[in-house]
């Protein structure tokens, strides 16, 4: 994704458009996102470079419908060289919102304009995105932002120490890495943590006091993951089915509903990618978990019996 982004930057509308850049809360896709665009401005001051959350943009469209400005508002958004929205998958089952977009979406690269996107996750896993905006995100270039590896882990909390001015021994910094894999903001967090620990309690900073000061984290952390077997095994006891069934090609709808609810349930409680959870269901396809998530997402607007019983399997699954 790094590698992407420094293309786009040097050579805007060129290398890949659009890109859509995704990954896991706290990866450093915003930080990256920005990043770009003062790159792109620092280049060329001429640039007109437009950043906007998501959300933002859904707001100033409803605001520019309410206030009859809608020429106020694509002039905004089509009259730029650089457009970058962040968390684009919130645009989802906005039906206005995703209209109005494809249209930006046109208008710019139909002028050689740059379109950057970030996203929790890849355009085929955002459910309720209309698929001519799915294909348009994918005419670029998909880069994922990984977790960060052990050396990249060392080198992130080294550069927040010098920035802070902190003065932490090696072997600190290696425990916090060992310990925490997941991303950016909960490696500086521990950082930041240890050394409150260290103020409050009037000790030096140590491994022994890291590991004093990190053991609510590191515990939960070892507590037990949610797996889709778990989900299953839940969901299938509830219905008095067997995982097998949920495997299997039946589709009455004693079966078919209840393997709907535990897709919809592993795709709200674990990270796991849609073609996984296809997988572990019988090698089903992507879009069938799509279509399960949606329907149960729907139906939980309105029965309250399903919300109930959601709320209790949820429940269980948290307590295993």
């Known amino acids: 994704a790094h590698a992407a982004s420094l293309a786009v930057a040097e050579s805007p509308a060129k290398a890949y458009n659009p890109l859509f850049i995704y990954g896991g809360v706290g990866l450093g896709k915003t930080h990256l996102m920005h990043a770009i665009g003062h790159y792109i401005q620092n280049v060329n001051s001429k640039s007109k470079v437009v950043y906007v959350s998501s959300e933002k943009f859904t707001n100033e469209l409803i605001n520019s419908i309410k206030d009859d400005k809608n020429v106020e508002f694509r002039n905004k958004y089509r009259n730029v060289d650089v457009l ?54 994918e005419w670029g270039l ?22 802070e001015n902190l003065n932490i021994p090696n072997e600190v910094m290696v425990y916090i890495a ?110 069938t978990v799509i279509h399960a998530y949606e329907k149960i997402s729907q139906s939980l607007k309105k029965d309250e019996n399903l919300q109930n019983t959601v709320t209790e399997l949820t429940k269980k699954i948290n307590q295993k």
């Open 84 to 137: 970058l929205i962040d968390d684009i998958q919130f645009i989802a089952g906005k039906e206005r919102t995703q209209e109005e977009f494809f249209h930006t979406f046109n208008a710019l690269y139909e002028a050689d304009k740059q379109i950057i996107l970030s996203s929790d996750r890849p355009p085929k896993e955002i459910p309720t995105l209309e698929d001519r905006l799915r294909s348009r995100f």
């Open 142 to 163: 998909i880069a994922d932002i990984q977790a960060p590896d052990f050396e990249t882990r060392i080198a992130i909390l080294k550069k927040k120490a010098d920035v």
């Open 178 to 287: 060992t310990q925490i894999k997941s991303n950016i903001r909960e490696l500086e967090g521990a950082l930041i943590r240890i050394v409150a620990y260290s103020s409050l309690t009037n000790r030096e900073i140590n491994v022994d006091l890291a590991t004093e000061a990190l053991k609510d984290i590191i515990s939960s952390r070892n507590t037990r993951q949610i797996t889709i077997e778990l989900i299953q095994d839940i969901v299938s006891s509830y219905y008095n089915l067997k995982i097998e069934d949920f495997k299997s090609s039946r589709r009455t709808r004693n079966v078919a509903f209840p393997r709907q609810i535990a897709m919809y349930l592993s795709r709200k409680l674990t990270d796991t990618s849609l073609p996984k959870i296809g997988e572990e269901f019988g090698g089903r396809d992507h879009t």
